[in-house]
Nanobody
Framework: QVQVVESGGGSVQPGGSLRLACVVSGLPFSRLVMSWYRQAPGKEREPLGTIVNKDGSTTYNESVKGRFTISRDNTKMTMFLQMNNLTPEDTAVYYC???????WGQGTQVTVSS
């Protein structure tokens, strides 16, 4: 059974950090291309970055470059999103997308507020 499950969201103060995780089961993890997206209230879903699990190469949206880092652990079939220096504008539901197949997780809420 294929599953894509995000975790690690929560509430944090401005300037804080969070690390999100996306666990995939039922697929050959090392052959996947995985991405993080987020969707803030009233806004379209925004791509944040992508990682190629085979070689670990990454690309980032300019809006988060330098603050967010995507990594993966092939042995744990998990992709991570390390988010630093968070601002209230980072408040959103964060989603993991798996390709091929364009499979989505259920999302995890991140709230940045003082």
């Amino acid at each position: 059974q294929v599953q894509v499950v995000e975790s690690g969201g929560g509430s944090v103060q401005p300037g804080g950090s969070l690390r999100l995780a996306c666990v995939v089961s039922g697929l050959p993890f090392s052959r996947l291309v995985m991405s993080w997206y987020r969707q803030a209230p009233g806004k379209e879903r925004e791509p944040l970055g992508t990682i190629v699990n085979k070689d670990g190469s990454t690309t980032y949206n300019e809006s988060v470059k330098g603050r967010f880092t995507i990594s993966r652990d092939n042995t744990k079939m998990t992709m991570f999103l390390q988010m630093n220096n968070l601002t209230p504008e980072d408040t959103a539901v964060y989603y993991c997308k798996v390709s091929p197949g364009s499979l989505w997780g259920q999302g995890t809420q991140v709230t940045v507020s003082s």
